[in-house]
């Protein structure tokens, strides 16, 4: 057995690279809106994202509306529909969740976890965010020309997006395809940014299997965006060429209304491939990060080292390497091969085995655990049985021949929503009430956290579970209306006005939220340096909230991993990162 008692002597090494220069700001503009520090990057990312995820949260209520009262509303027609379908899913996957995740939690936890002054190029990184925020614009613009948006889906298929039969598919095609490549060329600079200050900028004593969870759940994902969003830049901007200049990179010889256009040679189905290439990573660039963040809350909240860490690490990096191998699974029906589905099916369902593990590892650290039910442990503990709810559906939906028959009903509405919807923004609320107290240094309202939690977890089950009954019942979805369907029974219906009602109540219900957030603000109970009594490093700076450079004048010096929770020997249940060891400690 390996000794790992700690010793000072020789557990950490001298510095090897001075200390980073800082840019100091100089006045309002500097210090807030062309700032370069991570934590108000980080702030303003996360504003932006939930400032236009509302604005797809009314496009959710659109769809619903229509699909539970057919007809009723006259600013409903069938292309405000599939303009709202389309605007809904492209921001909820990309410019809302993958920029929280990543542009909010990365540029404000990296740095404070592995001890670092602030990310290594901290220009680049404000430049990230104004072109995140010109790509979001963008986007939004689309409302505001002839045609509105574009209302191709979410997926934006040729041929069908840039033909005249599609909604937006003169200037709102363009305008999404040209903030795509923007918030792509943003990104590349974020994530550059987070995988090099986790590789170059960690502080004395912070190995890498010392780093929280959270940091590499962040890591892996920017990894893999850093080599799927490529994917999706070449087909939006081949799409882009095929709209404007007539090119046919996925445009084939084409009749429209008895018109012979002049593509020819063109495969739609190339586009699936590049497009899915980054979708299904997609996913877990947004599911990384969250695993991360829920283990590191359910430790802390749990009073319990995590358990397995390195079993978690790696299970991380599996999940990272054969999600960039399955996107065929979403492309069943396009007439592939059968022995590429098999190949396809078969690493679906092996990347159920990593992902496996950490749920096995997250109950095991809940095991016997001295758990507090704070609010930030209720979003931590809905995540887990959401997703473990959704997951077993996406087995349903690995194999071909459940998801032929499948693919085209609300089955995967339901299953995506609770993979990527549900799970992720569980995780979002979480995390917001555990480190609000860090980035304020005030407590938000527990009371108003449990009310907002159940309403937000009961209602979104409300919702989505139905819609596995719905699905199955061969409900299809992105039809503007059903028509006469023998199918159908009467009772479907009637549970669509259910979940439409549902819906529309908990998107309200998250004003409790935002006025418990703001309360909080201004007047929520102080909170101190270390509220929850955490061991990871974010929790031990000398200010709260963290000052410019996070750390005064010496960067902190790790001893230890961050889920030293019940060691033997020490005063407390818990040991900071960069507490000196104590006698007899035996700690990672």
Request: charged content about 10%.
């Amino acid at each position: 057995m390996t000794d790992t008692t700690a010793r000072p002597s020789d557990a950490i090494p001298p510095a090897e690279t001075p200390e980073m220069e800082l840019f100091h700001s100089h006045g309002f503009w500097t210090s807030y809106v062309f700032c370069q520090d991570a934590k108000v990057i980080a702030i303003q990312y996360a504003g932006t994202a939930i400032a236009i995820g509302l604005v797809a949260l009314v496009m959710s209520w659109v769809i619903r509306l229509q699909l539970a009262f057919p007809g009723a509303f006259a600013f409903i027609d069938a292309q405000v529909y599939y303009q709202s379908v389309t605007m809904h899913g492209m921001i909820m996957v990309v410019y809302m969740l993958t920029a929280i995740f990543l542009g909010g939690f990365g540029n404000y936890l990296i740095p404070l976890m592995v001890g670092a002054r602030d990310m290594v190029f901290p220009f680049v990184n404000m430049l990230s965010y104004w072109i995140y925020l010109l790509a979001t614009l963008v986007l939004a613009a689309s409302y505001f020309v002839p045609g509105g948006p574009t209302g191709a889906g979410w997926t934006l298929y040729p041929p069908q997006a840039i033909l005249s039969g599609t909604p937006g598919h003169e200037y709102g095609i363009i305008l999404m395809l040209v903030s795509l490549v923007l918030f792509i060329v943003g990104f590349t600079m974020g994530g550059l940014n987070y995988v090099v200050t986790v590789l170059q900028a960690r502080t004395r004593g912070m190995t890498l299997m010392r780093m929280p969870l959270t940091v590499w759940g962040i890591l892996a994902a920017a990894v893999m965006a850093l080599l799927a969003f490529p994917g999706l830049f070449v087909a939006g901007v081949m799409l882009l060429l095929d709209r404007t200049l007539g090119t046919s990179f996925f445009m084939p010889a084409i009749v429209e209304f008895g018109e012979h256009k002049a593509y020819s040679g063109g495969s739609p189905i190339l586009f699936q491939h590049l497009f899915w290439f980054f979708g299904h990573p997609e996913v877990y660039i947004v599911a990384l990060p969250a695993f991360g963040v829920v283990s590191d809350l359910i430790s802390v909240h749990a009073r319990k080292n995590i358990f397995g860490y390195r079993m978690m690490v790696w299970a991380i990096v599996a999940i990272g390497v054969l999600s960039m191998v399955v996107w065929g699974h979403h492309m069943y029906v396009s007439g592939m091969d059968p022995l590429f589905g098999f190949f396809f099916a078969v690493t679906t369902l092996a990347i159920a085995v990593p992902t496996a593990l950490k749920v096995y590892n997250w109950s095991l650290t809940l095991w016997r655990a001295d758990i507090h039910f704070t609010t930030a442990m209720l979003f931590a503990l809905g995540f887990l049985v959401t997703f473990v709810n959704g997951g077993i559906t996406g087995l349903y939906l690995g194999n071909v021949i459940v998801d032929v028959p499948l693919s085209a009903t609300l089955f995967v509405v339901a299953h995506f929503h609770m993979v990527m919807g549900v799970a992720p923004v569980l995780v979002i609320f979480g995390a917001i009430y555990h480190w609000f107290p860090k980035m304020t240094g005030r407590l938000m309202d527990e009371t108003l956290g449990k009310i907002h939690f159940w309403i937000t977890f009961l209602g979104a089950y409300a919702v989505f579970f139905p819609m596995h009954y719905l699905g199955v019942l061969g409900m299809p979805r992105r039809f503007y209306e059903m028509g006469q369907t023998t199918f159908v029974p009467d009772s479907a219906n009637t549970l669509n006005i259910f979940i439409t009602v549902v819906a529309i109540v908990v998107g309200f219900a998250q004003a409790i939220f935002f006025y418990n957030l703001f309360k909080s603000l201004k007047s929520g109970r102080p909170s101190g340096g270390n509220p929850w009594r955490a061991a990871s490093l974010e929790w031990q700076t000398p200010e709260t909230p963290p000052g410019h450079g996070n750390w005064g004048p010496e960067l902190p010096v790790v001893y230890r991993w961050a889920y030293a929770y019940s060691v033997p020997g020490a005063k407390e249940d818990y040991l900071p990162q960069n507490a000196p060891p104590i006698e007899g400690e035996h700690s990672p």
